[in-house]
């Protein structure tokens, strides 16, 4: 499980097992891209935030 903390709010990801029959657009991830700049997608979005 890993969690980020953002201006809105706190994400979570990997917090439960996604069922088989959900299809994910994408792999969850907290991606730090720069110092200023997270990217997350969780299992039914993607944000990001910074420059």
């Known amino acids: 499980m890993k969690t980020v903390k953002t201006p809105a709010g706190i994400f979570t ?3 439960v097992k996604i069922p088989s029959a959900y ?3 994408a792999e969850q991830k907290i991606e730090y891209i720069s ?3 997270v990217q997350i997608i969780t299992m039914n979005q993607a944000v990001s935030f910074g420059d």
């Open 35 to 37: 110092e200023n700049h």
């Open 13 to 15: 990801i990997n917090k």
């Open 23 to 25: 299809t994910c657009a």
